[in-house]
Structure formats: C-alpha cells, structure tokens
C-alpha cells in the first residue's frame, strides 16, 4: 500500500498548496482545487487503511506509523465538518499542511510489525483506539483555532490590521470553533478513556494500572474539563481560555507522543 500512501500524500499536498494559496489570495477557484484534492486524497486514504487492516490482519492503528497516518485521516473527516458547519475555508491553510506532513511521517516510517493476539483479538481494540484519534483530532483543531484567536485577538488590541489579519475567520467564529471542537475533544476523549478501563479490566482484571499513557490521559482530561467549564464564565471567555487551550495540546503531544518513549504497555498511538 504504500504507493497508494504516496497518491494521497500527493493529493494531500495539493490541497495544502492551494489551502494556502486560497488563504492568500482569497480565490474560490483555488479553494475548490483544494476541497476536491482533499476529497480524493480522503477516499484513497480510506482505501489505504482498510487494506492495511485486511493484509496486517489487525486494525490499523497499533504501530506509531499506523497511528500517524489515522491521525491525519480523521484530521481530514474533522476539517470537512468544520469546512461544511462554519465556512471557514482559512482553517484550510493550517490544517493541510499539518496533515501533509503527518501523512509523509508515516511513509516514511514504513511497514509496521504484526500485533499481538491479545490486541488484536478483542472488539475494544478498535472502539477504543478510534475514539481517542478523533479526540486528538478534535484537540488539534481546538489548539488551531486557539493561536488564530490569540492571533487575532492581539492585533486587535494593538489595532495594527494585516491582511493576515482579515484573511481569519471573524473573531466570534474563531472561538466557538475552538469551544466545539474542544468540547467534542473532551466528549470523545471521556469515552475513550472509559472503553479502555473496560479492556484493561477485562485483559488484566484492572480497571486502572498507573500506565504513564493513562496518567497523561487523564491529566489531558482534566484541563479540558476545566476549560469548557471556564469557557463558559465570564473572567475566562476569549484570551485566557485560548491560552489553555495551547497548554492543554502540549498534554495532548506528550499522551500521543511522549509516553512511548516511557515504560508503557501501550504500544499504539
């Protein structure tokens, strides 16, 4: 599979390019090149990890090479819901070329070793590893739209407008989508982290074993909470919450990244 991880690393590329020539310039025709490259890069991509599934004979998302090119994949199905629910075709610009990059990652890392029976086996594994991607996704828009907030937020306050400046989704925009996607973050991040006590428990007859992943997770969890829950008071709406917001995506790199290199028994992303 791994020239057709090329096909959509090109379309991936495309997209980027023309995200952020569309961001530039503010042509429709640009950006629909890049919706369609985008689009087609999504299809193959689909393609891709369902037939690394059925020729590694487990799901594709146990090795980091896996878990880097689902991430980019549900990164993809995010950005087009937010591409559909709030029109912001500026997201485009920061968010292709962050999955470009995820996606040429994992080709270059390779092919990746077959998975135990004991992950592969049960029906928890997929459940529960798919939530927390699309829960990582969900966070890396929230931390996106939170620079762009601050961005935004900081040019006003010195009143000196560049066009970078008016080429970003309004300011209200910018925060509710950091809001949602945040909240989205948390929702699946909870019922990730639920279905893997259920595994945990049904494979080890623990519910919580203090693995550094699961530490990391449940940290994430917590400052999430907190920032929805002060989103929604007055002293903490806007600046402050999108500060927490970019603290609270260093935890997320440290649960996705950083607790592989430490003596953990999860071996996936």
């Given at each position: 599979?791994?020239?057709?991880?090329?096909?959509v690393l090109a379309a991936y590329l495309i997209a980027a390019i023309h995200s952020i020539l569309a961001f530039v310039n503010k042509r429709r025709s640009l950006q629909r090149v890049a919706e369609w490259s985008t689009a087609a890069g999504f299809i193959l991509h689909t393609v891709v990890l369902i037939a690394d599934w059925v020729y590694d004979g487990h799901y594709p998302l146990f090795s980091l090479r896996e878990a880097l090119s689902f991430l980019a994949?549900?990164?993809?199905?995010?950005?087009?819901?937010?591409?559909?629910?709030?029109?912001?075709?500026?997201?485009?610009?920061?968010?292709?070329?962050l999955i470009s990059v995820?996606?040429?990652?994992?080709?270059?890392?390779?092919t990746s070793s077959?998975?135990?029976?004991?992950?592969?086996?049960?029906?928890?594994?997929?459940?529960?590893t798919t939530l927390l991607i699309f829960?990582?996704?969900a966070f890396v828009i929230a931390f996106m739209a939170s620079v762009m907030y601050l961005v935004q937020e900081r040019e006003l306050k010195l009143k000196t407008?560049?066009?970078?400046?008016?080429?970003?989704?309004?300011?209200?925009?910018?925060?509710?989508?950091?809001?949602g996607a945040a909240a989205l973050g948390l929702l699946l991040l909870t019922l990730g982290i639920a279905s893997g006590m259920i595994w945990s428990s049904t494979r080890f007859?623990?519910?919580?074993?203090?693995?550094?992943?699961?530490?990391?997770?449940l940290l994430t969890w917590l400052l999430y909470l907190v920032l929805i829950i002060y989103r929604f008071t007055p002293n903490w709406r806007g600046r402050?919450?999108?500060?927490?917001?970019?603290?609270?995506?260093?935890?997320?790199?440290?649960?996705?990244?950083?607790?592989?290199?430490?003596d953990s028994y999860h071996v996936f992303g």
């Open positions: 599979m791994r020239s057709l991880l090329l096909a994949w549900a990164l993809v199905a995010l950005y087009s819901i937010v591409l559909y629910r709030y029109r912001s075709q500026a997201v485009g610009a920061f968010v292709m070329p995820l996606t040429l990652v994992a080709l270059l890392i390779g077959s998975a135990p029976a004991t992950f592969s086996a049960t029906w928890l594994f997929p459940i529960h829960a990582y996704a407008f560049s066009a970078f400046f008016h080429r970003l989704p309004a300011l209200n925009t910018v925060n509710e989508l950091a809001t007859g623990q519910v919580w074993r203090n693995d550094p992943k699961e530490i990391f997770a402050s919450a999108a500060w927490l917001g970019v603290v609270g995506f260093g935890l997320v790199l440290l649960t996705f990244l950083g607790t592989r290199f430490l």
